[in-house]
């Protein structure tokens, strides 16, 4: 018995390790299709999904995320010019929506056994729902944003992800060049208090509840206790300021994709490079 | 078993789910702080009361004056041109609207009251983080009217210590050696002024030199160098009551004068036969104890803030060096092994750092170097400048330059000048007459 659990667990882990490895090449094959719209978190879902509904190539594609969907509206409205006529192309489509979230929501309870993949629909068309009530009026922007990425997101079709990106994806779940973009917009708004001790831990860690359009609804400094501990004066000095940064950079420059991944943020502000140096 | 293996896979698979995205900020800038000093509202009635005693039109937005240019001065602060104000200062004080303030930029906020009540002078000034829309700070002081410009400099003081977190130095006077007519003919007073160079007062008279002026550490004493009997001595002087004295019988002449950080000796060199070693001596029982006893000449002895230490400079290896051992003056150790001849050396109140002059190849630097001589960096170069003195804080430096004179002996000048440790924030102090071997006080509102 214990032998076999030792055998099952020492055959688990490296599998269970090693499994988000080999699976993130093959998502991100998918990922590049379909650019920064996906999440991570969500790819080995999505992966047997996949597998299940391979036949059906036009599910998947409405199961990976909802700018997809805007994607969809977006080749068809390119063909009419006018701005009037997308948002009417856009309605009618996204109208039936809500009444399939009933459906969905229904068949959840029923159908129990295949919990995995009704959570997912569930998710995913609820947060289109989300959007749809809340996005009308921005649609329009979302449309004319999407045409304009279409032709660089059909070049990023055609190629492959380099490993570096790949890479970066996995750890951080940005692209070298949105972490790039936020930080350097961030650099700009911190202004590092100078009368800092040279020789003290100078981390400040915020953790950040974003909106879509990267404006900030919460802020929270990780290690709280610090502020109010006798020494630690210039601690509270420190965090203050990185908060006054982030507020001061407020929207901040976030992906226009993937609000799943970097809904939360955690930023961390380190001011030893620049006194030290 | 299965159990277990659900179990472990539980305990396994959360590693794998959400991290939350995590981005580095390594860099800001140091630019200083963009901030709003609204000058400080009064009442009418109080106003005319005040205008009659202290002769000045509004009392308020004198004091706003002081903290704004002290905060200028600190290099930390960018306050924001008045005019640009939206919000008027009674208003601003009860509740500022932060979006008003965020428009012209401003990170931060004062805001302030002044009232005349019973003959007293008070005033309440707040701090607000503009973009967090918050209240920072809030105090009241009481005083009488003739202290107004301490009173903006304690506001200052507050203000500083909120924003950097570390205390400020504004509240503090310097005193220094004033010094008038032809340079073969130099008369020296002892002079005493607050930190920006107002309330100055001459303490001497002028009939003898005076040389290196040092504060005590509760800034009431002062130990000097002047002439007795021809002889260069020690004396102290007691600012308040204006006693003066000589420091010890010395047979020779004794230089250098230093407080120990609690106030209850002196540090001094004490020549004779050619050479020179440290003293000190217990301003209670008079005892005079040697703590160096080399054929070199030892001098400018200066204690660290634990009093556990000395630093020194000695010229006990050729040239004149930086030294450290501890204060009973064993484990001489030298520190200082770049070109040039060091002088001068003075420990920090922080205790992290030794600023010294630095003599090489004609020119004279200010400079710091950690405690073990490591980390050398030279703030400012000139002609010729000496003897450094730290601000309470540690982080200012306030020293003396002298201009070069022309062949007719015309030009010559001697100033005061601060420089911050970043070494960019450098400042002439405007003094009266021309001024020499400045000597920082500790905060007096402590």
Redesign the interface.
């Known amino acids: 018995m214990h032998v076999l659990l030792i055998f099952i667990t020492a055959m688990s882990l490296p599998f269970l390790t090693k499994k988000p490895l080999d699976i993130p090449p093959i998502v991100s094959v998918e990922l590049i299709q379909i650019a920064e719209k996906t999440n991570i978190p969500y790819a080995p879902k999505a992966k047997k999904t996949i597998e299940k509904a391979k036949k059906k190539e036009k599910k998947l594609v409405s199961e990976q995320a909802p700018p997809k969907k805007v994607k969809k509206n977006k080749t068809k409205t390119v063909v009419s010019t006018e701005k009037n006529k997308k948002i009417e192309n856009e309605k009618p489509k996204a109208v039936p929506l809500p009444e399939k979230t009933v459906k969905k929501i229904e068949t959840k309870e029923e159908n129990k056994q295949n919990p995995d993949k009704v959570d997912t629909k569930v998710k995913q068309v609820s947060e289109f729902e989300k959007k749809e009530l809340v996005d009308t009026n921005t649609l329009q922007g979302l449309i004319d944003k999407a045409k304009e990425q279409e032709s660089a997101e059909i070049v990023k079709k055609n190629n492959q992800v380099t490993q570096d990106q790949v890479r970066n994806i996995e750890n951080t779940g940005l692209t070298l060049s949105e972490e790039d973009a936020l930080k350097a917009q961030i650099f700009g708004c911190w202004s590092i208090p100078l009368g800092l001790p040279y020789n003290e831990n100078l981390l400040v860690r915020i953790k950040l509840e974003l909106k879509p359009d990267g404006s900030i609804t919460k802020t929270e400094i990780l290690d709280h206790a610090r502020m109010n501990k006798p020494g630690q004066g210039f601690y509270k000095v420190l965090a203050e300021s990185a908060l006054r940064a982030v507020k001061l950079c407020q929207p901040l420059r976030v992906p226009s994709t993937g609000y799943e991944r970097w809904k939360e943020l955690q930023l961390n502000f380190d001011a030893r490079e620049m006194l030290e140096g | 078993?299965t159990k277990?293996?659900f179990l472990?896979?539980l305990i396994?698979?959360p590693l794998?789910?959400?991290?939350?995205?995590?981005?580095?900020?390594?860099?800001?800038?140091?630019?200083p702080?963009p901030l709003a000093v609204s000058p400080l509202s009064i009442d009418e009635k109080s106003r005319l009361s005040l205008e009659e005693i202290l002769l000045k039109e509004n009392i308020g937005s004198e004091i706003s004056v002081v903290v704004e240019n002290n905060l200028k001065t600190s290099?930390?602060f960018n306050p924001l041109d008045k005019n640009a104000f939206l919000q008027a200062p009674d208003i601003a004080h009860l509740k500022p609207r932060f979006e008003d303030w965020s428009l012209i930029k401003a990170?931060a906020l004062i805001t302030g009251k002044v009232n005349y009540v019973e003959d007293k002078l008070r005033v309440e000034f707040r701090l607000w983080?503009v973009?967090?829309a918050k209240e920072l700070m809030a105090l009241a002081f009481t005083t009488v009217p003739t202290n107004w410009r301490r009173v903006g400099h304690i506001i200052s003081d507050k203000i500083?210590?909120?924003?950097?977190?570390?205390k400020g130095y504004f509240d503090t006077r310097i005193i220094y050696v004033a010094e008038e007519g032809p340079k073969t003919q130099r008369i020296k007073k002892l002079a005493i002024m607050d930190q920006d160079g107002f309330n100055n007062k001459f303490l001497t008279l002028g009939n003898e030199l005076v040389l290196t002026p040092r504060f005590n550490p509760t800034s009431q004493m002062i130990t000097y160098l002047s002439y007795f009997k021809n002889m260069p001595r020690v004396y102290l002087l007691d600012i308040e009551t204006g006693t003066q004295e000589v420091v010890g019988d010395f047979p020779g002449m004794t230089f250098a004068p230093r407080f120990s950080p609690d106030g209850k000796k002196i540090i001094m060199s004490f020549a004779n036969d050619g050479k020179s070693d440290i003293y000190t001596m217990d301003l209670e029982n008079r005892l005079v104890e040697r703590i160096t006893n080399h054929p070199s000449i030892d001098t400018s002895p200066s204690y660290s803030p634990d009093g556990k230490f000395i630093t020194f400079n000695s010229d006990r290896s050729g040239y004149q060096q930086i030294y450290i051992m501890r204060s009973d003056g064993s484990d001489v150790k030298r520190i200082s092994f770049g070109n040039g001849i060091y002088g001068t050396p003075v420990w920090s109140p922080r205790g992290?750092l030794i600023a010294f002059t630095k003599m090489h190849k004609g020119k004279f630097y200010i400079g710091v170097m950690r405690i073990d001589g490591s980390g050398e960096r030279l703030l400012t170069e000139n002609y010729y400048q000496e003897a450094p003195s730290w601000s309470p804080?540690g982080?200012v430096l306030i020293f003396y330059r002298e201009t070069k004179t022309d062949s007719s002996g015309k030009g010559f000048s001697a100033k005061l000048w601060s420089i911050d440790l970043?070494g960019y924030n450098e400042r002439l102090i405007t003094t009266l007459t021309d001024a020499s071997d400045p000597s920082w006080s500790s905060l007096l509102s402590n």
């Open positions: 078993m277990k293996f472990i896979i396994l698979f794998n789910a959400f991290a939350l995205i995590e981005v580095d900020i390594t860099r800001g800038n140091l630019d702080l290099g930390l990170q983080d973009l967090a500083y210590e909120r924003l950097t977190g570390e992290d804080n982080r970043t």
